[in-house]
Nanobody
Framework: QVQLVESGGGLVQAGGSLRLSCAASGRTLNTNAMGWFRQAPGKEREFVAAVRWGYGTTYYANSVKGRFTISRDNAKNTVYLQMNSLKPEDTAVYYC?????????????????WGQGTQVTVSS
């Protein structure tokens, strides 16, 4: 059974950077898509970024394009989310997830294994 563990969240001032990690165990990440989502209090979970594992093709929400970068490390079975120029509206719990197929989707329904989440708080 696969387990995803996120880390790297924290409190940062606006304009700062954080790098989130998502380490997988129990399954090799070499086929299915990987995604990052976030959920702020009172809001629905929303797509942030995804990577098509085999091709390395990346996808981003418009709200983070140019500021966030998703990447993967095959040897470490880990996916990362580098977040730069953070804004207060980026504050949320961030989750990584494994896609049901190799094709990344922007809906949470396209993913079937989730981590526990890591809190990111951006102060103004």
């Amino acid at each position: 059974q696969v387990q995803l563990v996120e880390s790297g969240g924290g409190l940062v001032q606006a304009g700062g950077s954080l790098r989130l990690s998502c380490a997988a165990s129990g399954r090799t990440l070499n086929t299915n898509a990987m995604g990052w989502f976030r959920q702020a209090p009172g809001k629905e979970r929303e797509f942030v970024a995804a990577v098509r594992w085999g091709y390395g093709t990346t996808y981003y929400a418009n709200s983070v394009k140019g500021r966030f970068t998703i990447s993967r490390d095959n040897a470490k079975n880990t996916v990362y989310l580098q977040m730069n120029s953070l804004k207060p509206e980026d504050t949320a719990v961030y989750y990584c997830a494994i896609g049901r197929t190799e094709v990344p989707e922007t809906s949470p329904n396209g993913y079937d294994s989730w981590g526990q989440g890591t809190q990111v708080t951006v102060s103004s």
